[in-house]
């Protein structure tokens, strides 16, 4: 700050470098004190008063530098701007494939998202093929504040080696003899819900279905469970299949008895 600068202050009774509004009040206080036409009043120090003021106010007033201006206007623009809008983060798609074991008494497998992050998911009982599982918050993250994604995980079972599922229904085939066929009693089968005992009404026949209620798969959501079929299959006795191809044979080639000579 230059002298006159700090004599204008000193006129004005002010510390260098007072704001504008000081300077304002104290010339406004002086010039009312010294004014020619006021008791007392002077008109050289009001002369001076009024040189002092004008030359600070010149000053204060003067457009600020290019690089001040840069840098205030900056200032004020991120002072009131607008915070940014939160962005919730995007859902992730993944495929879980699972087994026809699983789908029936429920599992937690792990299923992996793109990216390569892993993920555990739990898989209730009666889930089934295209069955969609939301995991919320397991998505992206979100940003300014916005909350994460979700994980949608789309089930689809393995084929299983001899049960086949119909809707919800599940289907087996259940082998027996002629004789367990036509005798009936309780058969151990091994299914996907484990070993189960059926019962075999007597004189069946082979294409015949039995019905165990409610062992397909479970209740879930809206869906109601579903029922296990077994589908009998008549199974070859091997003695009685042997006996029946010698036969076979034999009346294909029947004996013949020796052509007697005419007399």
């Known amino acids: 700050m ?14 260098k470098g007072a704001s504008t509004e000081d300077v304002r009040a104290a010339y406004r206080r002086l010039a009312k004190q010294f004014h020619p036409d006021a008791k007392g009043g002077d008109a ?12 600070l106010r010149e000053t ?14 900056g200032f004020w623009k991120a002072a009131k701007a607008k915070p940014a ?24 497998r792990r299923v992996t998202l793109p990216g390569g992050r892993g993920l555990d998911v739990r898989c ?5 093929s295209n069955d969609v599982i939301r995991l919320k918050g397991a998505g992206d993250a979100g940003r300014d504040g916005g909350k994460a994604g979700d994980a949608l995980i789309t089930i689809q079972l393995l084929a299983h080696k001899r049960a086949i599922l119909k809707g919800r229904d599940l289907h087996l085939p259940l082998w027996l003899d002629l004789a367990q066929l036509r005798a009936g009693g309780k058969v151990e089968v091994s299914t996907p819900h484990g070993p189960i005992k059926v019962s075999v009404p007597p004189l069946s026949s082979a294409g015949q279905s039995l019905r165990l209620k409610s ?13 296990l079929f077994f589908t009998l299959k008549a199974r070859a006795n091997p003695g009685f299949a042997s006996a029946l191809g010698r036969f076979s044979r034999i009346w294909a080639n029947p004996l013949r008895s020796p052509v007697q000579p005419e007399a």
Not at 5 to 14: F, K
Not at 85 to 106: C, F, I, T
């Open 2 to 15: 230059n002298d006159s600068m700090s004599d204008y202050y000193a006129v004005l009774g002010l510390p």
């Open 44 to 55: 050289n120090r009001f002369h001076t008063i009024t040189h002092a003021y004008e030359g």
């Open 215 to 227: 062992l397909g798969l479970p209740a879930y959501g809206k869906n109601v469970a579903g029922h």
């Open 60 to 73: 204060i007033s003067k457009p600020i530098s290019g690089s001040r201006r840069t840098l205030v206007s």
């Open 124 to 128: 209730p009982a009666g889930c089934t």
């Open 85 to 108: 809008k939160p962005q919730e983060g995007a859902h992730v798609e993944a495929v879980l494939r699972l087994s026809l074991e699983d789908a029936l008494s429920g599992a937690v």
